[in-house]
């Protein structure tokens, strides 16, 4: 089956304490995007790749890290999460701009 | 990426047809309209998308207007299932980047 998998679904954490969301798809898609959700600002992306060792800034990149050593795979790190980092993350993969997105089922992340 | 506007919400009964409308009076000539959908906080799923004719597949259809300033997605017959945040999205099929710019949406309840 067809999918975006992403661990783990929920996360309690402390601030400055690294934590890694990984997220992996089975589709052999090129494009890969992280997303982060919050109440009344909708859908943000966050960084994304194009290819594997080719990664960019989306719209909201600071204090997360990512990584494209595996076409599969993009882990978001978060070298010191803060407070303001606590939100619904979401993964998703796509051929490429003319097809559609597939987004994971998401990792809801408190940070205290 | 242009920009939408979708009402805040609607409700449609159980079997009839829900008809989700949206402008986009700032698309250019190279951009299509997307419909994704988002049930509880599940990850967006992605329905159907046209250029300029109108488009059906198993889940919907599109109805796009003749100078492509508004849209309808339709759902035939809608079910409690089809109850979810409805995102309207304007972007080219072209550049690097895969990002989609979500808005607000419309929150559409089906009742019984």
């Known amino acids: 089956e067809a999918q975006v998998t992403q661990n783990p679904r929920y996360l309690i954490t402390v601030t400055g304490k690294k934590l890694t969301v990984t997220c992996s798809q089975n589709?052999?898609?090129?494009?890969m995007s992280w997303y982060r959700q919050d109440p009344g600002l909708g859908l943000r992306q966050i960084y994304y790749s194009m290819n594997v060792e080719v990664t960019d800034k989306g719209d909201v990149p600071e204090g997360y890290k990512v990584s494209r050593k595996e076409k599969r795979n993009f882990p978001l790190i978060l070298e010191s999460p803060s407070p303001n980092q606590t939100s619904l993350y979401f993964c998703?993969?796509?051929?490429?701009?003319?097809?559609?997105?597939?987004f994971g089922p998401g990792t809801r992340l408190t940070v205290t | 990426d242009a920009k939408t506007t979708q009402p805040t919400s609607m409700d449609c009964a159980e079997g009839r047809a829900a008809n989700l409308p949206c402008n986009h009076s700032?698309?250019?000539?190279?951009?299509?309209v997307y419909w994704y959908r988002q049930i509880h906080s599940q990850g967006p799923q992605y329905i159907i998308h046209?250029?300029?004719n109108n488009e059906t597949n198993e889940m919907a259809s599109l109805i796009i207007t003749e100078d492509r300033k508004s849209s309808t997605l339709i759902l035939p017959h809608a079910t409690l299932r089809d109850t979810a945040v409805y995102y309207c999205i304007v972007r080219a099929n072209t550049g690097t980047a895969s990002k989609l710019t979500f808005g607000t949406g419309t929150r559409l309840q089906v009742t019984l």
């Open positions: 998703a993969s796509t051929f490429g701009p003319a097809y559609e997105q597939y």
């Open positions: 700032t698309i250019s000539g190279n951009e299509y």
């Open positions: 046209g250029l300029k």
């Open positions: 589709m052999n898609h090129e494009y």
